[in-house]
């Protein structure tokens, strides 16, 4: 739990092809462009936000990266930054790392590699969060295009290695304003003793009240996407709502 009890907010900028995105279900070819990340990242900042969540969702996807423009926006941040996509190795760790970001956020490559994972949890503590992102209780890789084991086992041998924090996303819920699962994020809490950043679905302040009240089980932070871009409520009204 964080020191205020009060859920973080963490507006997400993603970043396709040079632009600031929204996806549904986290598909490829389901983009709606909102024009120059930087500028979405400062106006999030401009409007109280402590944290900012940037993905890198070439790199995720394997269609190249903007490993670049990444860097820029998170070096031109005040605030914290959780950097998300395609961080699968030591040069792209490095890379993110070098950004100045406050952590990492870990996903296929804590499927598919496991060791390096312990290693670099070992090694980077509280800087490394990993990415649970799931369908049912399936997870799901490479830009969420593979499935990637079980939810619960996987849970289990990262906690024993000593990981610091879980970013839960559903998938069925992302990017489609239709409210979070908070039956999966209350499943998850209920697992583990580590803060859990809720991700996916958020549509309203409402929601946004209802994974605070989650706060007590777990839950430290919820990622907002669609719902901001889509202008269902401002910045302001949700950092006031929560
Ligand atoms: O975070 C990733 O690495 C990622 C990889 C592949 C597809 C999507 C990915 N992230 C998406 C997000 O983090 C969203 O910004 C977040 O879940 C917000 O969802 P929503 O509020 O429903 O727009």
């Given amino acids: 739990m964080n020191a205020a009890n009060k859920l973080e907010l963490l507006p997400a900028v993603d970043v396709r092809d040079g632009q600031a995105v929204r ?61 998300s996509g395609g961080i699968r190795d030591d040069d792209s760790l490095a890379a993110a790392l070098a950004t100045g970001c406050t952590r990492v956020n870990i996903g296929t490559a804590a499927l598919e590699d496991p060791e390096w994972v312990a290693k670099i949890i070992a090694e980077h503590g509280d800087k490394i969060a990993v990415g649970l ?27 024993s290695e000593g990981c610091a924090r879980y ?36 549509s309203s302040l409402d929601d946004l ?10 839950v430290e932070g919820s990622i907002v996407g669609k719902a901001l871009y889509a202008k269902a409520f401002t910045l302001e009204e949700a950092l006031a709502a929560v």
């Fill in 23 to 83: 996806l549904v279900h986290g598909e490829s070819g389901s983009e709606t462009s909102y024009g120059d990340p930087l500028q979405a990242a400062l106006a999030w900042q401009a409007a109280g936000a402590e944290w900012l969540h940037l993905v890198d969702l070439d790199a995720a996807f394997g269609t190249g990266d903007n490993r670049a423009q990444i860097a820029q926006v998170a070096r031109s941040m005040d605030i914290k930054v959780e950097l």
């Fill in 133 to 159: 992102d799931v369908r049912g209780t399936t997870l799901r890789g490479r830009g969420w295009t593979r499935d990637g084991g079980d939810l619960y086992e996987t849970l289990a041998r990262l906690d």
């Fill in 167 to 202: 970013v839960v996303t559903d998938i069925n819920k992302d990017g489609t304003l239709q409210g979070p699962n908070l039956e999966l994020l209350k499943n998850v809490c209920a697992a583990t003793d580590r803060p859990v950043v809720a991700s996916g679905g958020v």
């Fill in 209 to 218: 009240r209802a994974i605070a009240a989650l706060v007590p089980e777990g």
